[in-house]
């Protein structure tokens, strides 16, 4: 355990040092604070924070995954590559412990920039309007680093999996648009293959179960369910979901993404030649 | 110290190391040498564990693999890197933690490799020099048992490289015992108290440089400054039965030859009115035995 903390401070330390930390914090504050103020909904002028909330699930959908990416792919390819998982590992330190460790300081930097860059805009913006509903506002960021965290964990896979950076690199960008572009369309192409547009058009068609289960199987989509299902204004889904969408399963999937990409890095690390 | 049975590893059907045993004992320098591709690092690699392999390496009498054993290496591999954000003392620092080591004096470790004035700098802007020296300070660290340096002066100028060799004498008359693998035939020759001489993933030849020199006939040479050379003292010189060559030089008159001969030479060039400034006998370098035994061996 002492070898898994010492790895995951210096992660902190290092992506401290680099600005990682403070760059990706400003971000989510900006963008909050542009979103409250500037936000479609209502016009001009500061927004409740559900509102907010409301208007940024599809930024951070976009942006969580990609600093998750960034973050974590060239986590193990990029010190093998540079020479210093060499000397790393002549330690006694295990690789499961090496990538464990990694994994947590990855995951504090990411969770330390989503409180800090989300807890300064709430901050603002709850100075600006009244009754502001702190739950909610709690249940997305925490939802946030989660969806951050499954994407440490997928692009450390990726990191374990190939020999050079800049092919993990690419890997973690088509990991992106696929969870971000090709798999809705996929999902979509198909649901359209089976019941046609005219049907899809109707006001009261009703997509299968099965549609929903190959959606949600995405985690972004997941993490989107789960921010719907939790804070009231974006609840998107409600009325038309199935009865096995709902938070357990949204969080299950989640879940699911981070330990199974976990395992299979720690399985292709084990097996590595340095 | 080390004991390695039937290692071998392949990479991709090629093979690396090609069923190797060895030992090195306790309180010696070893050297591994040999031309690149030979297997010196792939050897390494497995020892510290960095490698999965065949075989079976001990040290101490315990699995290489375990965790625990490797309190007691520090590794200085052959291309240094650290993590560009932390500072050198940090950079210490971590490795101490991993160790599990405290109450070291980092400050002292860093001047003792002449870098106390950079402690608080990133390592990112250190020169391969510095990076260098600041390998060598973390594999101090904990005081282990067993040094592996790779390339140990590499990139380092005069004066660091002789402040390292000073350094690995040192350690060594403490009874570390080293490990070592260096391209620079006569830093090995200076140190080590063995060879290994590695081609093609097997050892081709084990011992210390005087047994190599004596078992492949890689003989002293005699280097004779005279003030008047000429032709005649070299025929007369040719003539003798225990020289195996002569060149001329210039003013030095270059023999190889047995070494009961040297009483014999001094006497032709004598007789051949020759007069003699100068007179040294060369020994065999480390160089002349690795280059003899890997052309032998090909």
């Given amino acids: ?274 | 110290m080390i004991e390695a049975i039937n290692l071998r590893k392949e990479y991709d059907g090629i093979v690396a190391v090609d069923g190797i045993s060895f030992h090195v004992e306790k309180g010696e320098i070893f050297a591994l040498l040999g031309p690149n591709g030979a297997g010196k690092t792939t050897t390494i690699k497995a020892i510290l564990g960095l490698i999965n392999y065949e075989g079976e390496i001990k040290i101490d009498g315990k699995n290489a693999k375990d965790k625990e054993i490797k309190k007691f290496i520090g590794y200085l591999p052959e291309r240094v890197a650290f993590y560009d954000n932390l500072t050198a003392l940090q950079t210490l620092q971590f490795f101490a933690e991993l160790k599990r080591i405290k109450n070291i004096d980092f400050m002292a470790l860093l001047k003792e490799v002449g870098l106390e004035n950079d402690a608080h700098r990133k390592v990112g802007g250190f020169s391969k020099g510095m990076l260098q020296r600041l390998g060598f300070a973390q594999c101090l660290l904990g005081e282990p048992k067993l040094l592996i340096l790779d390339e140990p002066t590499s990139g380092l100028d005069a004066i660091g490289a002789y402040e390292i060799r000073r350094k690995i004498k040192e350690l060594n008359e403490k009874g570390v015992t080293i490990l070592l693998s260096s391209h620079i035939l006569s830093e090995v020759q200076e140190l080590s108290h063995r060879v290994a001489i590695m081609n093609k993933g097997k050892f081709i030849a084990i011992d210390s440089v005087e047994n190599l020199s004596k078992r492949f006939e890689v003989q002293p040479k005699l280097r004779i400054e005279l003030q008047h050379p000429s032709k005649e003292i070299m025929n007369l010189v040719k003539e003798i039965k225990a020289v195996k060559d002569v060149k001329m030089d210039g003013n030095i008159l270059e023999i190889l030859c047995q070494p009961t001969a040297k009483l014999a030479i001094i006497n032709a060039i004598e007789e051949a009115g020759g007069k003699i400034v100068d007179f040294k006998t060369v020994e065999p370098t480390l160089e002349e035995i690795f280059i003899k035994v890997v052309k032998e061996d090909e």
Avoid at chain 1, 12 to 30: E, Q, T
Avoid at chain 1, 55 to 63: A, E, F, K, P, R
Avoid at chain 1, 64 to 85: H, Q, T
Avoid at chain 1, 103 to 118: K, R
């Fill in chain 1, 1 to 274: 355990m002492n070898e898994i903390f010492t790895i995951a401070k210096k992660e902190v330390m290092d992506n401290w040092r680099n600005k990682w930390i403070i760059a990706v914090s400003a971000i989510f504050a900006i963008l909050t604070l542009v979103i409250s103020y500037f936000g479609s909904m209502g016009g001009v002028g500061w927004k409740d924070l559900e509102v907010t909330i409301a208007g940024m699930i599809t930024l951070v959908t976009l942006l969580i995954p990609i600093i998750g990416l960034m973050l974590g792919y060239a986590s193990i390819v990029g010190e093998r590559e540079k020479g210093s998982l060499e000397l790393l590992l002549s330690y006694p330190v295990k690789r499961e412990e090496v990538l464990v460790g990694k994994f947590f300081g990855l995951s504090a930097v990411m969770a330390f920039a989503n409180f800090a860059g989300f807890g300064i805009a709430g901050v603002v913006i709850a100075m600006n309007v009244k009754g502001v509903e702190w739950s909610d506002y709690l249940i997305f960021i925490l939802a946030s680093i989660l969806l951050g965290i499954v994407f440490i964990a997928i692009a450390m896979l990726m990191s374990c999996a190939f020999k050079k950076r800049s092919t993990a690199m690419g890997a973690a960008i088509f990991t992106w648009f696929l969870f971000e572009m090709i798999w809705n369309i996929i999902v979509a192409g198909i649901l359209i293959a089976q019941y046609g547009m005219e049907k899809l058009a109707d006001k009261n068609f009703v997509a299968p179960s099965w549609y929903y289960l190959a959606s949600l199987i995405n985690p972004v989509k997941a993490y989107s369910a789960l921010v719907s299902l939790n804070v009231t204004p974006v609840s998107e889904f409600i009325g038309k979901i199935p009865s096995f969408v709902n938070t357990p399963f949204n969080l299950a999937i989640l879940l699911a993404w981070m330990m199974g990409s976990m395992l299979l890095a720690y399985y292709l690390f084990k097996k590595k030649d340095l």
